[in-house]
């Protein structure tokens, strides 16, 4: 059974980055048109798509409301993806997801989340 | 960007009764909508993907039908479980986008 688990800092401070990590397990890391993403659901609101990256690390899709302070990169031999989210401020405060989904099929497996608070 | 307007934005019902969440895409989007269940503290699970495919082990009281811009959720016969956020997603075009979300209460 594919598992996937956010590690990463809880809190972090106004302007600096929010660095979080996605490490997969159970299963396979590439093949089959795989895209690993990050959702995201601040207190309260909806979710969120922040973006997605293709198994093979060659092609990458951001939120445009996002895009200029997002990267998602891949590291094939550890199994996971990151999220590096830059001068974060409040609004960025959510639950971090990441998820996994094939062309045209949605997220099906997902990590349980993780609260991220964005606070001085 | 493809918006996906869900309505209504709550809804109280009781058990045993039939619960519609509608979705709206502001394009046609091939069908490639899916549908998840959303509850607190808990990863969403997916219920149906292309617009009426139901997940593998999700009951068949879920059921999703539409096509273009319009599609439906339906709960035939809701259950004390079902309690929970209902979301709509397109995914026909980046960047994937969800609908504002529906809360079912029992």
């Known amino acids: 059974q594919l598992q996937l688990q956010e590690s990463g800092p809880r809190l972090v401070k106004p302007s600096e980055t929010l660095s979080l990590t996605c490490t997969v397990s159970g299963g396979s890391f590439g093949g089959d048109d795989y895209y690993w993403g990050w959702i995201r659901q601040p207190p309260g609101k909806g979710l969120e798509w922040i973006g997605n990256?293709?198994?093979?690390?060659?092609?990458?899709y951001y939120n445009p409301s996002l895009r200029s302070r997002v990267t998602i990169s891949l590291d094939t031999s550890k199994n996971q993806f990151s999220l590096s989210l830059t001068s974060v401020t409040a609004p960025d405060t959510a639950v971090y997801y990441c998820?996994?989904?094939?062309?045209?099929?949605?997220?099906?497996?997902w990590g349980q989340g993780t609260l991220v608070t964005v606070s001085s | 960007d493809i918006q996906m307007t869900q309505s209504p934005s709550s809804v109280s019902a009781s058990v045993g009764d039939r619960v519609t969440i509608t979705c709206r895409a502001s394009r046609d989007i091939n069908s490639r909508l899916a549908w998840y269940q959303h509850k607190p503290g808990r990863a969403p699970k997916v219920l149906i993907y292309?617009?009426?495919s139901l997940q593998s082990g999700v009951p068949s009281r879920f059921s999703g039908s539409g096509s273009g811009t319009d599609f439906t959720l339906t709960i035939s016969s809701l259950q004390p479980e079902d309690s929970a956020t209902y979301y709509c997603?397109?995914?026909?075009?980046?960047?994937?986008?969800f609908g504002g979300g529906t809360k079912v209460e029992i």
């Open positions: 997603q397109q995914i026909n075009v980046f960047p994937l986008t």
């Open positions: 990256i293709h198994h093979t690390g060659n092609t990458f």
């Open positions: 998820a996994r989904h094939r062309g045209f099929y949605p997220f099906d497996y």
């Open positions: 292309a617009t009426s």
